[in-house]
């Protein structure tokens, strides 16, 4: 019996897999989004060697670094323990890193040490991230094993920006006292403890550790890193009141979330969300659109440049207010729109793609812009960084069906095709900004008329970029159309 005891804390059953199975693909699509994962070998300072993935947006983006999150697995875990932290923290532009510890899945070593060694693991991943020019601060997410390991570590490196901290235990040898009482083992308390003295012994001749230093308490209460503890209500293993424990002595900013479950269940998804949160104040990601620039040449405006004759806030105007005519809404507001001069004209121009009616009359559009009455028209919310900044995991549960976990090649690519279709942007119309105050009223007569909205074919791909030619000509026209207007008033 004591013998599986001493196995059941440092040689727990170990998780055996295939990455290029159980691992996100080297190439991978999320929330419209590519990345890839890289795989790498680190050797620790007792010369093991250490299997571990680096997820990354493909491409990266250039002129600019990213925070990355280590994720660190419990002691019967490994590096695809990560997953579910790749979904959430990606769409934020957060890297995600992940290892199998020494002892631990398919990195070298015979044993685990419950955080010991594991931290000195954890150095060498942070080193190799500071030496990476593309990383910019770091992170620490560790569950049971991992979150003693983050915390023993954090003791000793006041650099890492943020750290969550799910079911750690606070004392070893408390918990394994206490798990003598779980598993109901009948024997006397002086008895126990002189069989927990004999694996003591045992531990540290076979795994180069005493369970006695094992002890966070010691390190919390001079750790300042920000913290986010989290433990589950019904956890048998490791009670919460560890966690408890830990967080009252804890010295830095700090906060812990209590949700339902046990030590291995599903975490909730609000404790998730909060995770995202947490990680996007600490480590600051940068706002990278993640739209793709593949149209640009279409929204070519030529030699037509902001200057002296023209005005900035007209061609925002102009161009504010093609995009809110495919909104179809008038406003009964007396004051003009709000334009939102923080936009580069490129992304004010992306929020307008596909279109799909172009007018036919040019000169029209010109006469219409030279008008005096100004625009009602409503503002639309902004949500162009909706996806590169998203707080939430609300694609948490449908990760495994872009990868090979859990589910074939032929679902993965069916599932990951739709995901992408429901990120096309809306269709618009491209009436000019004066023409849909005129006509607003007309259109709200015809659709009460219209019972059935009549169903348009698709166009072919070629067809909206011809279309996407005509409206930069279009743009050309009407802003030199107002450029002279303005330069010569009528009376």
């Keep these: 019996m004591i013998d599986q005891f001493i196995n059941f804390v440092i040689r727990p059953p170990r998780a055996e897999y295939n990455p290029d199975q159980y691992l996100w693909e080297r190439d991978f699509t999320l929330a419209g989004r590519t990345y890839i994962r890289q795989d790498l070998e680190l050797t620790n300072a007792r010369g093991h060697t250490l299997r571990c993935s680096h997820y990354l947006p493909s491409p990266f983006p250039e002129d600019a670094s990213l925070p990355c999150v280590i994720y660190c697995h419990g002691n019967s875990g490994c590096r695809a323990d990560a997953n579910e932290a790749a979904v959430m923290l990606l769409p934020s532009n957060i890297t995600v890193f992940t290892l199998d510890f020494s002892g631990s899945g398919l990195s070298d070593g015979d044993y685990v040490s419950l955080g010991w060694h594991e931290r000195d693991d954890l150095k060498v991943v942070v080193s190799y991230l500071r030496s990476n020019k593309q990383i910019s601060r770091i992170g620490l997410w560790g569950r049971s094993m991992g979150a003693v390991t983050c915390l023993l570590y954090g003791a000793e490196d006041p650099s890492i920006a943020g750290m969550v901290l799910d079911s750690a235990f606070s004392n070893l040898y408390v918990l394994m006292m206490e798990l003598v009482d779980v598993y109901k083992i009948r024997l006397p308390k002086f008895t126990v403890k002189m069989a927990v003295q004999y694996m003591r012994r045992i531990i540290e001749k076979k795994a180069k550790f005493d369970i006695m230093d094992l002890n966070c308490l010691q ?9 986010l503890f989290g433990h589950a209500k019904d956890d048998k293993f490791i009670p919460n009141h560890h966690s408890d424990l830990i967080y009252k002595s804890y010295a830095g900013d700090k906060n812990i979330i209590y949700f339902d479950g046990d030590h291995n269940s599903s975490r909730p998804q609000f404790y998730y969300d909060s995770v995202s949160i947490f990680f996007y104040n600490v480590l600051h990601p940068p706002q990278i659109s993640s739209h793709s620039c593949k149209l640009e040449k279409y929204y070519d405006l030529g030699d037509l440049k902001i200057g002296a004759g ?23 507001s007396s004051a003009p729109p709000a334009i939102s001069t923080t936009k580069c004209v490129g992304e004010l121009l992306s929020e307008i793609a596909p279109v799909t009616t172009v007018v036919d009359s040019v000169h029209e559009e010109a006469d219409i812009l030279s008008s005096h009455e100004p625009s009602h028209l409503e503002d639309q919310p902004n949500d162009q960084n909706e996806e590169c900044c998203s707080y939430t995991s609300s694609n948490r549960e449908s990760w495994g069906r872009c990868s090979s976990l859990g589910g074939s090649d032929e679902e993965s690519s069916a599932d990951c095709t739709a995901a992408d279709n429901g990120h096309q942007t809306r269709k618009v119309l491209t009436m000019p900004l004066r ?48 450029v002279n207007h303005c330069r010569h008033p009528t009376s």
């Design 219 to 227: 390190v919390s209460s001079k750790t300042f890193i920000p913290a």
């Design 435 to 482: 023409c849909m105050q005129q006509k607003s009223s007309e259109l709200k007569k015809e659709e009460k008329k219209k019972k059935k909205v009549p169903i348009v074919p698709k166009k072919p791909k070629s067809e909206k970029f011809e279309k996407l030619e005509a409206l930069s000509k279009r743009l050309r026209l009407c802003i030199l159309k107002r």
């Design 310 to 332: 023209l005005d900035e806030g007209l061609l925002y105007e102009i161009i504010t207010g093609v995009h809110s005519a495919g909104t179809d809404v008038a406003s009964s």
